[in-house]
């Protein structure tokens, strides 16, 4: 059945912001505790309902159920809802206390890490909720017409609820004491990045190629082309790629994004470019819809965030204020995997066509080469004098450049190697421990060596 206009504007602006919006909601500390609250909301009807009715004589309540006269339930309730009250005020302390100390240690952008753990919302909303439902049949206690009215089936999930809450604490408590150590934030980072790496290696839909190849369309609108510019200055946070090829189609244009989530853009700068240039201003219209910006960074289509992420707890772990080697080493070990990945199968320029094969929106990302640089300079930069970091830093080049499928991508690895040979060279006083380096860098260049001759052959072509 087709939808009439506005409610097929509606269903396209709701699937613009969904993806970015289950993000918001995952770092929100309000949206979980709101839920349970209304499901307690809902759960007080319910049993309230029930107890009407046994009150009534419809129903006849089971044997287990606590019964009691309205004075004792209205005791138990309220010393179950000031303790619970209690208890939440101590979670949200704890919360606060590991707010704190990952801004102190890990840096101001790990407290969005922490904010979007499902355990800490699910622990304080189950305790809000509790409480909030403690209240409810609290109230309804009350005269009826056949003598107090007492909601003993209620007040029993009550107490069912409140042994619940003693084991949502103590997994709150062992869940807390995980979260804030350093190689479990370490490497839920690198998760996310993993899954950001996957989610943009997801191969996109379309029919088989038509039309204009890419890179004929870009010299094309190099030529002539409208302008999309920005209409607010912010990080741009997220893109609906699926809405704007939607767009593209309809207008039968192109379009090219000149920026990626991540990226500062000023406003009134140049956003995109659309051929033919007629279709510029409803593109305009749609594209400003279809992406957001803000004031901070996100990892939804941004793995430079991570890799960035991972390299600033890096830094500050061999900042002179901290000094912890040791994490250090476990940020390179993990910024390593993730690069291995994106050596697997990244590509920094990614196409879109459309059902008939045509393309329709040509999109950027950052280079295998740039993110390989951001992995590594600010850790050799901030690692002089301090040979275990170096050898872990040329260890985990070459594991990068074991599994990397092209010769090209040797290059930039190389590159970083030497610098970080040039540095314990102006860095390292202590012979045996230059040594060591030196050691770790003629192995990545013997492997550098073996595995170009391997692709390329003894006459430096391409293998087969």
């Known amino acids: 059945m087709a939808l009439a206009p506005g409610q097929g504007a509606a269903m396209r602006q709701l699937d613009l912001r969904s993806g970015w919006r289950r993000e918001a909601l995952r770092t929100s500390l309000w949206w979980v505790p709101t839920l349970e609250v209304i499901s307690a909301g809902l759960l007080f009807w319910a049993g309230n309902a029930l107890d009407r009715a046994a009150y009534r004589g419809e129903i006849t309540l089971p044997t287990w159920v606590i019964s009691g006269t309205a004075d004792a339930s209205r005791q138990i309730l309220t010393a179950l809802a000031a303790a619970l009250i209690t208890v939440v005020g101590v979670v949200f302390s704890v919360i606060l206390v590991a707010l704190t100390l990952a801004g102190n240690q890990l840096g101001p952008r790990m407290l969005r890490n922490f904010m979007r753990d ?21 109230i309804s206690i009350g005269p009826g017409e056949r003598g107090d009215f007492v909601p003993h089936a209620s007040i ?173 080493l476990t940020c390179i070990d993990w910024i390593g995997d993730c690069l291995r990945q994106v050596a697997l199968s990244w590509h920094p320029q990614v196409v879109h066509r459309d059902k008939d094969g045509y393309v329709r929106l040509i999109r950027t990302q950052a280079t295998y080469d740039r993110l390989v640089q951001r992995g590594f300079e600010k850790v050799r930069q901030s690692s002089l004098g301090m040979p275990s970091v170096m050898i872990r830093e ?56 073996r595995l170009l001759r391997e692709k390329l052959g003894p006459h430096g072509k391409q293998g087969s």
């Open 118 to 138: 499902r355990g800490t919302q699910w622990t304080l909303g189950t305790f809000v909720a509790t409480f909030t439902y403690a209240i409810l049949v609290l």
């Open 394 to 449: 040329l260890q985990a080049l070459a594991d990068i450049m074991a599994q990397a499928p092209r010769p090209e991508q040797y290059a930039v690895l190389r590159q970083q190697a030497d610098m970080i040979r040039r540095a314990a060279e102006q860095s390292i006083t202590e012979p045996g421990d230059l040594a060591d380096v030196l050691n770790r860098y003629d192995a990545l260049v013997e492997l550098h060596e």
């Open 156 to 328: 029993s999930l009550v107490l069912a609820l409140a042994l619940l809450d003693v084991l949502v604490l103590i997994y709150f408590i062992h869940h807390i004491a995980i979260q804030i150590q350093l190689p479990y934030v370490i490497a839920s980072i690198a998760a996310d990045v993993a899954k950001a790496i996957a989610e943009e290696n997801t191969p996109q839909p379309g029919g088989p190629q038509a039309g204009p190849a890419p890179q004929e369309l870009l010299r094309a609108m190099a030529a002539d082309h409208g302008v999309v510019t920005s209409s607010e200055s912010g990080y741009l946070q997220y893109v609906s790629h699926r809405t704007l090829m939607r767009i593209a189609t309809e207008a039968d244009a192109v379009i090219h994004l000149l920026y990626r989530p991540g990226h500062f853009v000023v406003a009134g700068r140049t956003l995109a470019t659309v051929t033919p240039p007629r279709a510029a201003p409803q593109v305009a219209e749609a594209l400003r819809r279809a992406h957001l910006s803000g004031p901070y960074r996100s990892i939804t289509q941004d793995i430079s965030f991570g890799i960035d992420q991972l390299v600033e707890i890096a830094t500050r772990a061999l900042s002179a204020a901290i000094n912890d080697t040791f994490t250090a």
